[in-house]
């Protein structure tokens, strides 16, 4: 099924481009049709996070959704996992998500969620789609049933108690000196605020976005202010959340990151002892490092493999009855409390084992050693660079030279024009030459 707008996690672009207000209130009117189901006054979530454009874009979504009938509520900057779990909680038939999540501001994009909270199937965006590029003006609602906004300001209030409430309820993290890094982004206030009700001690980065700031030298994508912040104040833990976030890294007390896969490690060791795995196994991507796989091993916890995005890691815990599931780059997803990465929720589980243990970060989440890796971004302009004979030869003289030795991932970002290159094996030497030599590959082909 060849998609014209969706990628791998929603619509995304840069804004004014592909990103237009045309593409948004299309996008609002088709979704609002499809979603309308039965008499009842239907009813949409819009959240979003801090950058410039998501007044442009909310505003033509707001158009799109009233055009067809649809009542919009509006929460401003609230975090992805938040506006998933508003959409189920006030019963709203579709929520959305303006983001585009560690992207820099000038991207922005378009997340969906249906009534229970899970993003899209492909076959209701490919629906959609179709409905974008069709004449909408036949299709919208009565003058009488033209659809109300408003702004809700009870929608971080909740969200926050939410997230503490998947706590112990004695639980309580006095005592433990916190930076948290938001990135500028959307969980400025609620991430903050939740682990100051939780009873830490909290230092707060990134927490003054300006529409530009979002993801810039901040945040999980660019943890160094974070690491710095925790080594002068002398903290415990350094957590460091994405734009929307949906995302975390933490640091320990040395400033050190702590990267998705030891988090998945720290979580599934800890659920497995308490008896919550719901199986005796984990789902990560294929780009989760063999350190993080042969540790699970030898806890008898299994390592299920995915292609890379959480859209795939969910899709295989729902069909399989996983409940901990995640990426490298920190999307953690938590099935019991919610249906897609959460990355202030993943915090809260480290924290609480910290707690249990008293032990101290360092400790605590370095579970196992990971093999050499090498992870490399080429971005390109345009075409197909894959495609390029050079780069293809230079993919197998790779492989050749691995042979059995390592693995390597060469794939194509579904969020932005960009070759990610990903070797691993025993020998790191050999690893950046790979590496290296396929990247130079692609700079050339680009």
């Not at 709203?92 to 969906?112: R, T």
Request: charged letters at 25%; aromatic letters at 4%; one cysteine or more.
């Amino acid at each position: 099924m060849v998609r014209k707008y969706f990628g791998t996690d929603g619509i995304r672009g840069r804004a004014n481009g592909t990103i237009t207000p045309e593409l948004a209130l299309k996008v609002g009117q088709a979704a609002g049709l499809i979603f309308r189901r039965g008499e009842h006054r239907h009813r949409v979530l819009i959240g979003k996070d801090t950058r410039l454009s998501g007044y442009m874009i909310e505003t033509a979504l707001v158009a799109g959704f009233t055009s067809v009938g649809m009542d919009v509520f509006q929460t401003g900057p609230m975090p992805t996992p938040a506006v998933a779990m508003l959409t189920r909680s006030m019963r709203a038939d579709l929520g959305v998500m303006i983001s585009a999540s560690h992207n820099p501001y000038d991207d922005n994009g378009i997340k969906l969620f249906g009534p229970d909270g899970f993003k899209l199937s492909d076959e209701i965006e490919h629906k959609i789609e179709e409905l974008v590029d069709s004449t909408l003006v036949k299709m919208l609602a009565k003058s009488a049933d033209v659809g109300r906004a408003r702004r809700i300001d009870d929608g971080q209030g909740r969200y926050v108690e939410f997230a503490k409430r998947t706590l112990p309820r004695n639980l309580s993290l006095e005592g433990l000196r916190v930076v948290v890094d938001c990135a500028n982004g959307a969980a400025y206030r609620v991430a903050p605020q939740a682990l100051w009700e939780l009873g830490a001690e909290v230092i707060s980065l990134g927490v003054e976005p300006d529409g530009f700031n979002i993801n810039r030298e901040c945040g999980s994508t660019e943890p160094a202010a974070l690491c710095q912040k925790v080594k002068e104040m002398r903290a415990d833990i350094g957590i460091a959340l994405d734009g929307d976030g949906d995302r975390v890294l933490i640091a320990d007390e040395r400033g050190r990151i702590v990267d998705g896969d030891q988090l998945l490690a720290v979580i599934a060791e800890s659920w497995k002892a308490d008896g919550r795995l719901a199986k005796p196994g984990v789902v990560a991507t294929v780009m989760s490092n063999l350190g993080l796989e042969r540790y699970l091993g030898s806890l008898a916890i299994s390592l299920a493999r995915t292609p890379v995005g959480d859209r795939y890691v969910l899709e295989h815990m729902r069909a399989q009855g996983f409940n901990v599931g995640g990426e490298s780059s920190g999307h953690i997803i938590l099935s019991d409390y919610t249906t897609t990465g959460d990355g202030l929720l993943t915090a809260l589980q480290v924290l609480a084992v910290v707690k249990k243990q008293q032990q101290p970060v360092s400790k605590v989440c370095h579970r196992f050693d990971p093999l050499p890796q090498v992870l490399k971004n080429v971005r390109y302009a345009s075409g197909k660079p894959l495609e390029n004979a050079k780069v293809r030869s230079a993919i197998e003289d790779a492989q050749a030279r691995l042979d059995g030795h390592g693995r390597l991932i060469v794939r194509s970002s579904g969020t932005e024009p960009v070759i990610r290159v990903m070797g691993e094996g025993e020998d790191k030497v050999l690893v950046e030459e790979v590496v290296d030599g396929i990247v130079d590959a692609l700079t050339n082909a680009a």
